[in-house]
């Protein structure tokens, strides 16, 4: 079955960049069915889709225009994982970061708290 | 963007009674592709990420209890608990997956009564 396991820190600098991984298992991130994820969660702004990437003979990227300019998100085929990297962080990017795939969002990663702060 | 706008915010339903939640967006959701509205439905427990229950308006994922149901067309959308147990109360989320960037409701806490 489909698992999707995240990593990274939970507490960043302003200023800084924020940087998540999301590991796949159970699928690939080259499928040409499936689309990578990112959102978080806050109590300010709810449920936010960030972006995503996907693979249709080639590689595209979204992003959501409220993170545009400050956000990359990658695929790494050679460890069927993609990651999230948010640039210039204030504290209003305080949220949980989810990775999920679809378009429905079938499978979520377990959730990364993130906190910025100095 | 799609704005989807839930209600109510919250319900509190006793056990074995109906719970319905409405979702409306702010325009159509229909994919011509299959002819099927692009609106998925998540519950939400504290300290776990959501779980899709309902994808294309009524499409329960597998797992999902029969008590889940979704319906709707144009831009009105609900999901209903037949009969609500313990175990569903949760925050639920509608969504959009018809255009990017995906856009969620405000989510609609259930609880007991």
């Given at each position: 079955?489909?698992?999707?396991q995240?990593?990274?820190?939970g507490?960043?600098?302003?200023?800084?960049?924020l940087?998540?991984?999301?590991?796949?298992?159970?699928?690939?991130v080259?499928?040409?069915?499936?689309?990578?994820n990112?959102?978080?969660q806050?109590?300010?702004?709810g449920?936010?889709w960030?972006?995503?990437?996907?693979y249709?003979?080639?590689?595209y990227?979204?992003?959501?225009v409220?993170?545009k300019?400050?956000?990359?998100?990658?695929?790494?085929?050679s460890?069927?994982?993609?990651?999230?990297?948010l640039?210039?962080v204030t504290?209003?990017?305080?949220?949980?970061?989810?990775?999920?795939?679809g378009?429905d969002?079938?499978?979520?990663?377990?959730?990364t708290?993130?906190?910025?702060?100095? | 963007d799609?704005?989807?706008?839930?209600?109510?915010?919250?319900?509190?339903?006793?056990?074995g009674?109906?719970?319905?939640?409405?979702?409306?967006?702010?325009?159509?959701v229909?994919?011509?592709?299959?002819n099927k509205?692009?609106?998925?439905w998540?519950?939400q427990?504290?300290?776990?990420?959501?779980?899709?229950?309902?994808s294309?308006?009524?499409a329960?994922q597998?797992?999902?209890?029969?008590?889940?149901?979704?319906s709707?067309?144009?831009?009105?959308?609900t999901?209903?608990?037949?009969?609500?147990?313990?175990?569903?109360?949760a925050?639920?989320?509608?969504q959009?997956?018809?255009?990017?960037?995906?856009?969620?409701?405000?989510?609609?806490?259930?609880e007991?009564?």
């Amino acid at each position: 079955q489909v698992q999707l396991q995240q990593s990274g820190p939970g507490l960043v600098k302003p200023s800084q960049t924020l940087s998540l991984t999301c590991a796949i298992s159970g699928d690939s991130v080259s499928s040409k069915s499936s689309a990578w994820n990112w959102i978080r969660q806050s109590p300010s702004r709810g449920l936010e889709w960030l972006g995503r990437t996907y693979y249709r003979s080639e590689w595209y990227n979204d992003y959501a225009v409220s993170v545009k300019g400050r956000i990359i998100i990658n695929p790494d085929t050679s460890k069927n994982q993609f990651s999230l990297q948010l640039n210039s962080v204030t504290p209003e990017d305080t949220a949980i970061y989810y990775c999920a795939r679809g378009f429905d969002l079938d499978h979520w990663g377990q959730g990364t708290p993130v906190t910025v702060s100095s | 963007d799609i704005v989807m706008t839930q209600s109510p915010d919250s319900l509190a339903v006793s056990l074995g009674e109906r719970a319905t939640i409405n979702c409306k967006s702010s325009q159509t959701v229909l994919y011509s592709g299959n002819n099927k509205n692009s609106l998925a439905w998540y519950q939400q427990k504290p300290g776990q990420p959501p779980k899709l229950l309902i994808s294309w308006t009524s499409a329960r994922q597998s797992g999902v209890p029969d008590r889940f149901s979704g319906s709707g067309s144009g831009t009105d959308f609900t999901l209903t608990i037949s009969s609500l147990q313990a175990e569903d109360v949760a925050v639920y989320y509608c969504q959009q997956h018809y255009s990017i960037p995906l856009t969620f409701g405000g989510g609609t806490r259930v609880e007991i009564k």
